[in-house]
């Protein structure tokens, strides 16, 4: 395990749950990068994501450069694809998007990316990617072709956890999809954090510190936001509520 990821998981076991903000470069100017780069720093986030899910449309590196000179803690590439890695960032989320059955998404843009991740200096975090609830309309189901597992089905959802704990995959990530009416419910977080040893990530859709607290209090050890700042709401608000005591990780 290197330094990055080490650092998140510590974040998580201190602080009970760690807060990650999403930052999408088309969606952000170098200024508000900074700026939101210093509040996240200021707040105690622990890690920022980078990354779109379709491609970019201009040069990311102001952006970049901006959040690194603000933040001082781990940048992470969450990407839309291959052409998104890139070498002035710390870690990539390795994805591979296991609620679907399309080998794009499964392995061959994994492929593509590996080359790059690793003449890039990247650490790879492996990451299984599950798009769940009703964000078939989502940004994510929408350029994957792919349809989210549903929510009132959490032995299904928590045998697709096992079946990446199984793999070796070191996180897993339930995604409610970009522009989510709602997050990933809470009691689904219950469910699948209980039926495994891995870390669970959740985002999309939260837009209320409560909800974020109440995801963190079901066994979330990161909570992501993004576009509710992206829309002028502060970050501390969210980073103080999920921050309480829970469980060891493994």
Do not use: K, N
């Amino acid at each position: 395990m290197s330094a990055d990821w080490a650092s998140l998981l510590e974040a998580a076991r201190r602080s009970g749950a760690a807060h990650l903000v999403l930052v999408d470069p088309d969606r952000t100017t170098p200024a508000r990068a900074a700026a939101l780069a210093r509040e996240a720093r200021d707040a105690g986030v622990a890690g920022l994501l980078f990354g779109s899910s379709t491609p970019l449309e201009r040069d990311a590196t102001p952006v970049v450069a901006a959040l690194r000179r603000g933040f001082g803690g781990p940048l992470v590439l969450f990407p839309g694809g291959a052409d998104q890695v890139r070498g002035d960032l710390d870690a990539v989320l390795f994805l591979s998007l296991l609620s679907g059955r399309d080998a794009r998404f499964l392995i061959e843009a994994q492929v593509a990316a590996a080359p790059r991740v690793l003449a890039a200096g990247l650490e790879p975090i492996p990451t299984g990617y599950l798009l769940v609830g009703d964000g078939a309309s989502g940004t994510v189901a929408r350029v994957t072709g792919t349809a989210p597992l549903r929510a009132d089905a959490p032995d299904q959802v928590a045998a697709h956890a096992q079946a990446a704990e199984c793999l070796g995959f070191a996180l897993l990530y339930l995604e409610a999809g970009s522009g989510a009416r709602a997050p990933v419910p809470s009691s689904l977080v219950r469910s699948v954090s209980g039926a495994t040893r891995l870390p669970v990530a959740v985002g999309g859709g939260i837009r209320e510190p409560g909800q974020a607290a109440a995801l963190a209090a079901a066994g979330a050890r990161f909570v992501v936001t993004g576009t509710v700042h992206e829309e002028g709401m502060a970050v501390a608000p969210f980073t103080e509520a999920i921050q309480m005591p829970a469980p060891a990780l493994p």
